[in-house]
């Protein structure tokens, strides 16, 4: 009950009166994106104000969790269990369209879909996610899969690790930050090294990072890759691949040529291509959108919004955070189209647990408020830290987190 109260507090401090139903909507919002960000965005202006007509486009009909998808590599999970519909938004009264966003007219809140339709409204908002910087070279992720997306790259990562030699070896890359879920290459790591000691005693897993050390919870991670899996994780940082050669199975990097049986190559990240395209991926060199975190509106194009892991804000990019701005989003916009006034000091907070091995986890968390000084979000003093160690308690924890986050977004 604590955990889903902490989902539930980015929304905690609207204070609206009931709003009912109105004859002909009152304001109309786009989304763009049913991801973590989009669905949660749709439920909560549907729950807060049913007078918002509710418009969602996702170019697939279901969406496949990127949250606990490592666990597919290792056979815990599968694909199909981490696959969410749409049903209960369409039940909340939200438009859902299967169609792919082509091009937005951010002055006119208009977008175009593949399928030749225009939609307009009152706003637009983006979520879609991120979009993969392809390396240098013969490059082709059915070789070199980054499994970052989740779906049928995460079955193809699956296949070719459970087909690798007894004594294979195995690469994975870490991109240079910022990128989707930081801690989530090194939690990657950690439960691929322990499924590995089991089911292909002699490989090894070279975990190549483009960052000068682990970007997140490295107490944690440290002890985890130099002791408990020293035996298969060999760590090298500032490693950057340069370019690659799929066909022969080789990287290319600032220090080495390195050729392997599997290459999980987690390329670097932008914002979801919609938003490159708008004009709107200003921030981080070009890469992200910066954003007016009290309520995500483009810092560019005021009637569009950009929330999730396309945003550019100091949260890290991930599925609790993308849910956390959502409620913000929503809330303000619910305050816009109602001419109430803004709220000034938005909280929001993310819970994220790192699979050590196949049983144990550690966790970690953090609590942000709106800064009025820096406009940005900051780390709230004495709120944030990481779990002193991992445990099989802490992975059952996990499983009620995601279980919770989940049903926040889509139920
Ligand atoms: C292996 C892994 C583990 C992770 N673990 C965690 C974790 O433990 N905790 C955590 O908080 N986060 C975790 N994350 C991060 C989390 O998954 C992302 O931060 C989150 O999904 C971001 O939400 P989003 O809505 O921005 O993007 P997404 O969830 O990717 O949704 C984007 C949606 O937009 C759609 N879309 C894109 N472009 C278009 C278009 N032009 N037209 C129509 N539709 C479009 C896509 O189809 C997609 O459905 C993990 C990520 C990975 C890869």
Redesign the pocket.
Known sequence: MQRRSLLLAAGASLALPTLSLAAAPKASVII???????TTLAKFLRLWDRGIAVTL????PK?V???M??LVLTGQRTVSQLTYTYDSLRRRGVKVVI???RAIDVVNARVTLASGAVLQADRVVL????AFEAPAGAYDDQRMPHA???GPQTTLLAQQLAAMPENGLAVMSIPPTPY??PP?PYE?ACLLADWLRVNKPRAKLLVLDANADFVTEKDNFSSAFFGLHADVIEYRNNVVIESVDAPTMTLYTNTEAITADVINLIPRQRA???VTDAGLATANGGRFAPVDVLGYASTAAPRVHV????SATTQP??????NQEAKICADALVRVFNGLPQDTAPVTN?A??STITQTQASWLTAVFQYDPATRTMVSVPNSSGASDGWSAGHFKDMNTWFSALMADSFA
């Open positions: 763009v994106g049913g991801g973590m960000a989009g486009i996702d170019r697939q969406y969790s990127n949250i998808s490592s169609d792919e966003v979520a879609p996610g991120i970052w997306q989740a989707r879920c989530g990657r979801g291509r919609i929330i999730g892991d396309s990019k991930a599925g609790h955070i993308a993310s994220c647990f």
